[in-house]
Structure formats: structure tokens, C-alpha cells
């Protein structure tokens, strides 16, 4: 159980680095569309195009970057969204039982069926080298790529969940110190 613990820790630390990384895409995200924004306005003052599909596709990708990579770290933190009629109630083994039923029947079939279904449009979008049809478009092929790496991430951080949750059931971990595993980050 040791090595399983410390597993789950790595799967914590790296979440947490990606969710660092996701917060500064964040950043970049609003300056790119601050940036194009004001470029399309100058573009009308002027009467030219200064504004370019680029701009807004790399928005777009910078949106679903953050989307897809900060589920892990907001599952991680235990900040993702919640129905707290009961839980809340509950003792630590009853919360440690239900996160482990949600975490087997739910989170993890979830993201391999995610993994499996998505991964024949991912090959396929890598084979043809797909491209944005519109002009001054970006590749789409990379993106795509990440879709699998999102569900590989949430899926990693489910087994590092669920590791804690047997731990906290076999008394080997205390709700409290499982919680002060997940350290604070401000991004």
C-alpha cells in the first residue's frame, strides 16, 4: 500500500504542474483575444483586415486546452462540482465509500470509454494531417491529440482518488491527511 500511496502522490504532483501550466494558458488566452480584439477594431478604423482566423483559432484551442487539462487538476483539488445534500453529513468513511463507488462506476468507465471512442478520430486526424478549413487556419491534428491526453490525465488522477479512498477505508490514511496531501497552489 506504501508504493500505492506513493503513486497517488506523483499522479497529485503532476496534475498540479499541469495545473499551473493551464493557469497560465489562461493569461495567454485573454491577451490573444485582447490582442485580436483590438487589432479587429484598428482593422475597421483603418479600413483593413489586421485581424486573422488565427487568432481566433488559437483562442479557441488555448479555450479547450484549459478545458481539457484542468479537469484533472480540478478533480485533484476537489474543487469540481459537487451535490452536497448528503455528503456533507457523512463521516469520513462514508465520504471515502462514496467517492470510491462514483470513482469505480462512474469517473473511471467514463474515461476509457472517452479514451476508446476518441482515439480512432485522433489516429485518423494524425493520418491526414488535418488542417482548419478556414484561411489562415491552424493544424487540428495536435489539439485532437489532447483529447487523449485529458482523459489519460482524469483518469490517473481517478486512480489516485480512489487509491486515497482504500487507504482512508483501511485506516491507513486519515481524511484530514488526505486532504493535506493536495497542497495549495494560487495560480
Keep these: 500500500m506504501r508504493f500505492l500511496l506513493w503513486l497517488a ?98 469517473l473511471l468507465p467514463f474515461t476509457v470509454f472517452a479514451l476508446v471512442m476518441s482515439y480512432p478520430s485522433v489516429r485518423n486526424s494524425w493520418k491526414v494531417r488535418e488542417v482548419s478549413p478556414d484561411p489562415d487556419g491552424l493544424l487540428r491534428y495536435p489539439i485532437k491529440a489532447v483529447v487523449l491526453v485529458a482523459f489519460a490525465l482524469l483518469a490517473m488522477q481517478g486512480l489516485s482518488l480512489l487509491i486515497r479512498q482504500v487507504a482512508i477505508l483501511r485506516g491507513l490514511e486519515s481524511a484530514d491527511v488526505a486532504d493535506e496531501a493536495r497542497p495549495e497552489v494560487l495560480l
Design 9 to 106: 502522490r506523483a499522479i497529485d504532483r503532476l496534475n498540479e504542474r499541469i495545473g499551473r501550466f493551464v493557469g497560465w494558458l489562461t493569461l495567454a488566452m485573454v491577451l490573444i483575444g485582447t490582442y485580436n480584439t483590438v487589432l479587429r477594431y484598428l482593422g475597421g478604423y483603418f479600413d483593413r483586415q489586421l485581424s486573422s482566423n488565427s487568432y481566433i483559432e488559437l483562442q479557441w484551442y488555448l479555450f479547450s486546452l484549459i478545458f481539457l487539462l484542468g479537469a484533472s487538476y480540478t478533480l485533484q483539488r476537489n474543487a469540481h462540482v459537487r451535490v452536497d445534500v448528503l455528503y456533507g453529513r457523512l463521516s469520513d468513511r462514508g465520504r471515502a465509500w462514496i467517492d470510491l463507488a462514483g470513482t469505480l462506476l462512474l
